[in-house]
């Protein structure tokens, strides 16, 4: 295949920056889209240009590091990671847009890789877990509903790759923090703190310059780890009790 990429240069969080062309030939349809631009970085490379800097860590979908805007969509055209999606999603002759993630709390560092630590900040705010488990228990000593821990595992395979915010038109990272949210005050040893953690945890959100959830959906749509959207309505659920509470 061959491909014309337009792709976002930015040398730094004060730069300016804009959108480069790029030539790429002769790449598999069987590649990665990261392994394509490892491609050009080398050809960059040999000709003595400066490589285009992006993320990328595990590339198994694991690690949510690799995330970037692809033709206006976050993390491209198949609901997947960055690092999942393969060159047989795209046509010989394609032009493709390649941009950062865009949203106050993430700020550029270089081209395609921008600062997520507001997520590890909110995640800190939530605190830690202080119900004393002891010695190895065995699995079935603290009983859990099968629907409780079904949805807790689903809200905990999030992994913070932040393309909820990126696809959301007020950058909110209301999905991301619903699912920690959900995950944890699901669970017996989540409990004792969930209405303290839901509120710090969106006072964290507030703080690091995320928007405000309007219930438009993109989040959910382009999600790789599918987080449903109505994750969103129990952290809702859980501020109304924690108002309650006086909490
Ligand atoms: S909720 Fe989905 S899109 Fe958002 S950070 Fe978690 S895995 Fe990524
Ligand atoms: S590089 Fe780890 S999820 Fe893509």
Redesign the pocket.
Known sequence: MNLTLRIWRQNGPEDKGAIHEYQVKGISEESSFLEMLDVLNEELFERGEEPIAFDSDCREGIC?QC?VVINGI?HGPEVTTTCQLHMRSFNDGDVITIEPWRAQGFPIIKDLVVNRSA?DRIIQAGGYISVNTGGAAAADATPVPKQDAERAFEAA?????????A?CPNAS?M??TS?KVTHLGLLPQGKPENYRRVVSMLNQMDEEGFGSCSNIGE?AA??????PLDVIANLNRQLGKAALKGV
Not at 157 to 165: R, W
Not at 222 to 227: E, G, L, N, S, Y
Request: net charge positive.
């Open positions: 949510g995330g976050a997520l395979a999030c992994i913070g790759c932040g393309a909820c915010v696809a990272a999905l991301f699912a989040c382009v999600c790789p780890k599918q987080i």
